[in-house]
């Protein structure tokens, strides 16, 4: 992870308290990492504040921005906005392997007692992909009406029309137990 040395903390030498740092992401920093990105045209802002204690951090990252997503819905590209937070524990250990395997929670991670730095590029990737939904459909207009491609949206409902009329016969006895 040389490419990411901007995101190493160097926390040996910080005073106990609250520490503030400021990363603006772009879409560069998505390629230093395996995974593919479905998304693009990133333009994030990660304010991070870092509260120093004797044997842990707490951390807090708040995510906002812009990313350019694919609508589930009518398959166009439109401008996502993101706003999140996340609170990350790290804490100070002398076998941060036999702890990481042996805790569930995800909220809390584990370093050597001797490091010096802290690289919180990892947490950014994923916090960032934490903050895109599951679920990316677009925004309603002003007047209320779907922000969705307007011929896409009048296919989908001559396919759902076309499906109601073809409803097999069988399956209509079912509704009766759909409030059961």
Sequence with gaps: MKPLREFDIAFVGLNPGVHSFQYAIGDSFFDNFEEPKDFSNCAVTVNLLLDKKSNFFLLKFEIGGKVTVTC??????????????????????????????????????????????????EYIYEFIHLSIPMQRIHPDNADGKSGCNPKAIEMLEQMNQQAKENDNPIWKGLDKFKDN
């Design 72 to 121: 589930d819905r009518c398959g166009e590209p439109f401008e996502m906005q993101l706003w999140d937070d996340f609170n990350q524990v790290v804490k100070l250990v002398e076998h941060p392997e036999q702890l990481a395997n042996d805790e569930e929670d995800p909220e809390v991670s584990y370093i050597l007692k001797t490091e010096s730095h802290l690289n919180v590029a």
